[in-house]
């Protein structure tokens, strides 16, 4: 173990890691309708730019892990920094949309590096008595760096372009970098199992032929050749990646740990949390911008009763877990978020300053309820050994939700945007009509302000279809979490204790087996 000091040193270090990663996520949100505009970026595109980051992060981030512990947490977590901050500084100087697509791509795979190679870095640096308050630094950050990118961006936007955006990530990924090399310990598991490059693979194509074929379908349309063919290679490789873990000796993630109820249940609660509150921050974020004109400060300053509810319920959260349980507590949780959303889906072209900020409330207590509780069923659920499968499968199905929360909450805003606009257009030329389909951003551009009245009823007609398509995508948001409410309710009830089951034999047990027995003790 290092000194006191050296360990604090450290401490900062990775938290400023990985507020670099997490704010990379939030903050772009703010930048997509200046995006859309200075670019010309369809709807399509703009959920691609943010995704390419998630859905490249969320894939690799169990490979990276075990990358990690085979070959050293602090050379992975330099080379993670480097590639990230040099991807963002090409996107300062990126104007073209694909190519903003294949930036964060880049950030991604510097993300997956970062995000839990961080983690492994505490746990190899403090003292066991020292660790949990270190782990809860950490989990602080993850939140803190949500908030610095909303309000870091829209304090940017007020006077910068948005590409300062990427100027910011370059910052943090440079500070960051000097210090893992000033203080970080170089470290190595010595019994680190063998490299699972298929399972890596497997799961990459996943996430993206899934996240590809949810994004594209609106445009390309359902029945589409590529659209088909992505969502049927998604779901194959998932099979396939099941099929792959079950037969291997060192699995990169044992698929029977989910037999044990806390475990999975938790691991469905955070999937849908963050499957709808990044969804909802892709979507609210635009309506803030598009419709209701507001720059992107006042964007992110509408957004500020969310942490201001959210930081003292989760803060106090452990306290009721203790006394009425994850079972009850975490349904209770995701029905208050589908609940803000339900109320969040009246929303108008003119803002109801009650009606929103209300929504906001009831989604960020419900979110402050559920997630510690998930949290704690996942990690709670595995031996003390086992603690690195259990943030690793944390931090999974976090980044999963929030990709496949953009993916499809993106992908029902757009199908619905293009329904309502479809009449809308009829009379324009065919170049304008496209246009006018592929974004709301055509509506305040120079080319509507020259045809006057008819101009000004297309505005009207593209913020009422955006409003439509923000109402659709958070009543999905809203179903999503009350389903996986009601999973959880029934998937966490006890089970029997194992002196009531058959014994499983040495030779037979797996890590399944002994969590199961851990979850009893």
């Known amino acids: 173990m290092i000194s006191a000091a050296r ?13 670099t990663v997490v704010s990379a996520v939030s903050g772009l949100n703010v930048a997509l309708p200046s995006i859309a505009r200075d670019t010309g970026a369809t709807q399509t595109e703009l959920t691609w730019i943010v995704d390419a980051y998630t859905v490249v992060f969320a894939g690799l981030l169990l490979f990276a892990g075990a990358l ?28 073209d949309p694909q190519a903003l697509i294949g930036v964060r791509a880049t950030m991604g795979l510097g993300a997956a590096a970062i995000m839990p190679t961080t983690l492994s870095v505490i746990t190899t640096s403090f003292a066991e008595e020292q660790r949990p308050q270190a782990i809860g630094v950490w989990v602080g950050m993850a939140g803190g760096g949500a908030v610095l990118g909303l309000f870091g961006s829209g304090i940017l936007l007020e006077f910068f ?13 440079a500070l960051a970098l000097i210090g893992t090399l000033a203080v970080v310990p170089t470290s190595v598991d010595a019994d680190a199992p063998r490299l699972d490059l298929v399972g890596g693979v497997l799961s990459l194509v996943a996430v993206s032929g899934l996240v590809f074929g949810i994004i594209e379908g609106p445009t ?6 590529l659209t088909v063919a992505s969502l049927s290679a998604g779901l194959a490789a998932g099979v396939g990646f099941v099929l792959w873990e079950l037969r291997r000796r060192d699995p990169m993630l044992d698929p029977r740990l989910f037999r044990i109820p ?3 249940a938790g691991s469905l609660s955070i999937t849908a949390q ?9 979507i609210v974020l635009q309506y803030l911008q598009f419709v209701l004109e507001y720059s992107p400060l006042q964007a992110a300053l509408a957004l500020l009763p969310l942490p201001v509810v959210l930081m003292p319920v989760a803060r106090n959260a452990p306290k009721l877990l203790g006394r009425v349980g994850f079972r009850v507590l975490g349904p209770v949780g995701l029905v208050l978020m589908a609940g803000g959303f339900g109320v969040l889906s009246f929303l108008e072209t003119e803002m109801r300053w009650p009606l929103f900020v209300g929504g906001i409330v009831l989604f960020a207590a419900g979110m402050g309820l559920a997630g510690t509780p998930a949290t704690t069923a996942i990690t709670a659920s595995l031996p003390p050994e ?30 619905a945007y293009r329904s309502s606009m479809a009449e809308a257009v009829t009379a324009l030329p065919g170049p304008a009509a496209d246009r006018a389909l592929e974004s709301v951003a055509f509506t305040q551009s120079p080319e509507i302000s020259r045809l006057g009245d008819a101009g000004q009823r297309l505005v009207a007609a593209g913020h009422h279809a955006f409003v439509d398509g923000v109402g ?49 003790d």
């Open 472 to 520: 659709t995508a958070v009543l999905i948001a809203a179903a999503g979490l009350l389903v996986a409410a009601l999973t959880i309710w029934a998937w966490a009830r006890p089970t029997p204790h194992p002196a009531a089951r058959p014994a499983p034999r040495d030779e037979a047990r797996t890590d399944a087996d002994r969590g199961l027995e851990h979850a009893h």
């Open 220 to 225: 390309r349309g359902w029945g589409d050749t």
């Open 68 to 95: 990690g512990d085979r070959y050293g947490r602090r050379p992975l977590l330099v080379i993670g920094l480097i590639v990230f901050g040099s991807a963002a500084v090409v996107g300062l100087f990126t104007t």
């Open 386 to 415: 086992k603690q690195g499968v259990a943030s690793a499968v944390n931090d999974t199905a976090r980044e999963l939700g929030s990709a496949l929360g953009i993916a499809i909450l993106g992908s029902a805003l757009n199908q």
């Open 161 to 173: 372009s948005w590409s300062s955006f990427f100027g910011l990530n370059v910052v943090l990924a």
């Open 274 to 282: 963050f499957f709808a509150a990044f969804g909802f921050f892709f």
């Open 7 to 19: 360990a604090r040193a450290v401490l900062v270090v990775v938290a400023l890691a990985l507020m």
């Open 262 to 264: 806390a475990f999975g």
